[in-house]
């Protein structure tokens, strides 16, 4: 079956840097547009970063553009989101997803979706 595990979360100090990761078995990883989403407590999940299945367009929301990069590497299926300049607004859990060609890379239509990694950011 599809899984897909984030990794590289944990607690960073306002203005550092984590990088995420996302491998993913099960599918044919560069056939799938994937996704990055977060969801802080309270709040609804937001997309945060897109990429297609060839790498060639991506997708940043407002809130994290110039901040965060969203990459993969076909070869390992994995996607990657470094994340820089970091903030106490972006805690939360950051998810992976993975879509079948999907139409719009924001929207929350992912075909699967991980167990998601915990960003936390102080102060």
């Known amino acids: 079956q599809v899984q897909l595990v984030e990794s590289g979360g944990g607690l960073v100090q306002a203005g550092g840097s984590l990088k995420l990761s996302c491998s993913a078995s099960?599918?044919?990883?560069?056939?799938?547009?994937m996704g990055w989403f977060r969801q802080a407590p309270g709040k609804e999940r937001e997309f945060v970063a897109g990429?297609?299945?060839?790498?060639?367009?991506?997708a940043h929301a407002d809130s994290v553009k110039g901040r965060f990069t969203i990459s993969r590497d076909n070869a390992k299926n994995t996607v990657y989101l470094q994340m820089t300049s970091l903030k106490p607004d972006d805690t939360a859990v950051y998810y992976c997803?993975?879509?079948?060609?999907?139409?719009?890379?924001?929207?929350?239509?992912?075909?699967?979706w991980g167990q998601g990694t915990q960003v936390t950011v102080s102060s």
């Open positions: 997803a993975a879509a079948y060609r999907i139409d719009v890379l924001s929207s929350g239509l992912y075909d699967y």
């Open positions: 099960g599918l044919s990883f560069s056939s799938y547009d």
């Open positions: 990429i297609r299945w060839s790498g060639n367009i991506r």
